[in-house]
């Protein structure tokens, strides 16, 4: 079945330090991949997202590609801020044939950035 | 547009007893998901409501169960509750065409006592 495999935390960061939180996946056919990101006590936001290979999705300074040759969609950003201290989920999504579509979840990664 | 909205925020039940959850997607979206989220099974999939229709289900226990009415919005129930359903329960909307993103409302904290 289909998975995500994203690297264990916790990370603990300066500010303005370079972030990369990785994520490879299992996947039969052509997935979406998505990063989640969820602050204490609140549900998850989406962080951004990519539909097919090459494609490179970007927010908020984050940016991820996917990579369909290494089934890998690794989190990065240049210049960390106390403000993105979270949990961060690597996710996948596919669709069955009835059209429904669920996303598969990585553990999680927490990401602590001090001043 | 307003986002997902899931209440209760918060909710304390004992073993045994049972209870339901609700769920209003964003204006527009039709399919709405569950998920339960807890510090060691992680981000987990119920099951994914279409035009009042259960289409998907996660390897949850027959207690678990939903519904969806016909103006999108849902609700899931537990019954006879276990320590173990503790949990953050998740609910998400997307559009079905185009397909993809799922937006997630706050959750409901479940605390089983």
């Known amino acids: 079945g289909n998975s995500v495999t994203q690297m264990e935390g916790p990370v603990t960061l300066s500010e303005e330090a370079f972030l990369t939180i990785n994520c490879t996946y299992t996947a039969t056919g052509y997935p979406s991949l998505f990063w989640y990101v969820q602050y204490p006590g609140e549900g998850l936001q989406l962080l951004l997202k990519?539909?097919?290979?090459?494609d490179k999705g970007s927010n908020k300074g984050f940016e991820a590609t996917y990579r369909k040759e290494t089934t890998s969609f690794h989190l990065e950003k240049g210049s960390v801020q106390v403000s993105d201290s979270a949990v961060y989920f690597c996710?996948?999504?596919?669709?069955?044939?009835?059209?429904?579509?669920?996303?598969?979840f990585g553990k999680g990664t927490k990401l602590t950035v001090n001043p | 547009k307003a986002g997902v909205t899931q209440t209760p925020r918060y909710l304390i039940k004992t073993r045994g007893q049972q209870v339901t959850l609700s769920c209003s997607p964003i204006?527009?979206?039709?399919?709405v998901s569950w998920y339960q989220q807890t510090p060691g099974q992680g981000l987990q999939f119920l099951f994914e409501?279409?035009?009042?229709?259960?289409?998907n289900k996660g390897n949850f226990p027959g207690r678990f169960s939903g519904r969806q009415f016909s103006n999108s919005r849902s609700e899931m129930n537990v019954s006879t509750l276990e320590l173990g359903d503790s949990a953050l329960y998740l609910c998400a909307s997307s559009l079905v065409s185009p397909p993809g993103t799922q937006y997630f409302g706050p959750g409901t904290r479940l605390l089983v006592l």
């Open positions: 990519a539909t097919k290979a090459d």
């Open positions: 204006s527009g979206h039709r399919s």
């Open positions: 409501y279409f035009s009042e229709t259960q289409r």
């Open positions: 996710a996948l999504s596919s669709r069955d044939q009835g059209g429904s579509e669920k996303l598969v």
